[in-house]
């Protein structure tokens, strides 16, 4: 395979997942904004701005912080180069660009979910329409995956292109929950504050989580119990633990097809050795930030080494 | 020209009974219902929508994508009618290489005299770089897209010869494969030969003329300027249905004597590069020293036998019009026989005689620029205005060399599905031909376009041209 080939297969998947991972955000933005007053849903807008590392770009436009504003921001604005529309443009522009290495169904369902999502996003958003935009972005990231699995060769293609999604969801979770680490700390449910567990909800509701732990949990809710399920529990498809899992099994399948092991299976060794073991206490004793910061440059560092084995761009 | 004969009508013979080629699908057709058609109509535009089968247009925005309209009543050709012309489709694409080799070797076609030196002198597409080297297997245009035209129950003529990089073979192959999806019952009705082995015939044909240096079974790639092209779709799908790679000039770089493409396990050698890009963006090193889009040394692997370039560089010189003229002359010196397909009667407007002729009769003629194509700068003179026409006049008498004139052809017609019913519309016809060692290998059908206004003569896509799925008969 190309090396470019390799390279728009990752890069498709990474800016499905992250248009996907975006949508969920904004949808779990919207729910906690609407049913609180109005600082509180200031309060959640700007964090959900900051949750996808949209700060500087939004302040750079924008004074306040509404939700109309916040929304059509994230989902279509064209100053903002990372925003859902942008997202799934490259995701369509990588697969125009790997159309050899696809299937025609794979193809297909992105070529008909670009045009659905560019239809609906060619004006402006109205709070009506939010969740229904959610749910087409959502759908795009199914069929994609549905498509991918069913049809495609478990050769390179298939190895990059899922390396490419848990790389980039095992940034977007950290990321929130970095965000968010202050919600999370062991102090906070000792001394039994006065924290509203709406806020702990969102949390779980912005990775697709809430369901699956309370399934987990019997409805039992705590900063613990939180972290460990979206850190540790390799059950859960979006926890950091499970996408490490997943990338370490398709870099090592890579590995077994190029018939050698490069720099990024020796990182991800590393990362596999600094999660080995680990509780939420040690979590905590380090320090939840700081763990999570280690996590973020460790993972991009395996994607950066990826890029440099597989020859993407030289 | 005021008396204009009548066109002929492919499907309507002049007592308005059905004529034998069609008989099968009008009474197919008959049968269904408007309301039915229609609404297929309309499903075939979504289908291709969906399948992302989309053309860039030229100075547009990069990201505006169009369909090239598709008209869902077939054009049909008998087992006859077919058997005629590939007969001297053949003669003319041998013709062709013939006079190719000879141009880049002895020349013996301009030292007896039967063409002016003056054409290769004038012409950018001659390329010195190719002069006293044979490609692989003696093969110049790999695929050569033939364009015809009818006046007549017999009457084809060869409007342009495509030797240089021809396009639209995904239309063909994709516009079957949407009518087989929308009518498949029309299909068993009706015995039609298939075209979608093309892409295995391609391959093969391809591979037949890999380089001396290949090792083992030779690795074909498609060569694209990228997905801002605006045959991008055609190239992905190309490469797709080879199972080729398809690469981008800078995926590649010469190394050890040949040319690789760099993957994922490294450099890997390229034996036959299935190019679309012209020749001047082949090579920074003996073309265009400021393009991005080459392969810097590619032509000395080429030359020393290490790759295959599909087309050969510098075929581009036959699909020049002034060449195009003395094509009758070209078959003839070549293979000794009259040509079976005859050109369209043409001027030169660079002889002073012709030219005083095309001047004289500027709004009766289609007037061309010799080294034009996709049908930008041409002059249509019974459809132009007063003021176009004394423009025009003006170019041509600055520049005659650059022009040569033809008459408007009556072209034939074939109908189109349309919310009154059927109408009539004029329509050319591209068939795609390989050539190989092993010979010249012609898809049954190939691409027929057609102009979907009434009236219009002009079928390119760039103007407004659609296409339709193109029927041969199977023999009986």
Redesign the interface.
Known sequence: ????T?NGLFWMFRNLERAENTARLLDAGLRMAVTRDIATAEDEWRSVIAASGLKWAYEAEHDGYTGHQVWNFILREKANPSSVLAMM?HVR?NA??V??AIT?EL??VV??SW?QIKDALARPVSQGSVGEIVAMVRRAGTLAHGAMAGTLLRN?SFHFARAGTYVERADSVARILDLKYFLLLPSLSYVGSSLDKGQWDNVLRSVSGDSAYRWLHAGQIDARGIVEFLVLDERFPRSLAFCHSALRDELAALARI?GREGECNALMREADMRMADLTTEMIFEQGLHEFLLGFMAANSGIAAAIAED??FV? | MAERQANFDEMHAEDGSIRPAYSEYCEWHDGQETAWLRRKHADCESNF????ITFNVYGEDE?EERLIPFDMVPRVITAAEWRRLTRGIEQRVSALNAFLYDLYHRQEIIRSGRLPVRLLRDNAAWLQQMVGFTPPGGVYTHIVGIDLVRTGPNDWFVLEDNARTPSGVSYMLENRETMMAMFPELFSKVPVEPVSNYPRRLAKSLAACAPAATKGKPNVAVLTPG?YNSA?FEH??L??QMG?????G??LRVKDGRVQ??????YQPVDVIYRRVDDEYLDPLSFHPDSMLGVPGIMDVYRSGGVTIANAPGTGICDDKAIYSFMPEIVEFYTGEKPLLPNVETWRCSDEDSLGHVLDNLDELVVKEVHGSGGYGMLIGPTSSKKELAEFRKKLQANPHNYIAQPTLSLSTCPIFTKKGLVPRHVDLRPYVLVSPDGIDITPGGLTRVALKEGSLVVNSSQGGGTKDTWVLKET
Request: with cysteine.
């Open positions: 395979m190309l090396g470019r390799a443009e522009t125009r660009g159309r050899t025609a193809w297909e070529n008909e045009m390179e190029h597989y020859r030289r | 929508r969906k399948t992302g990201a997905i991008y992905a799908f490469a797709d080729a790679e398809l690469v981008e800078s995926d493409m760099r993957c994922t396990r490294g």
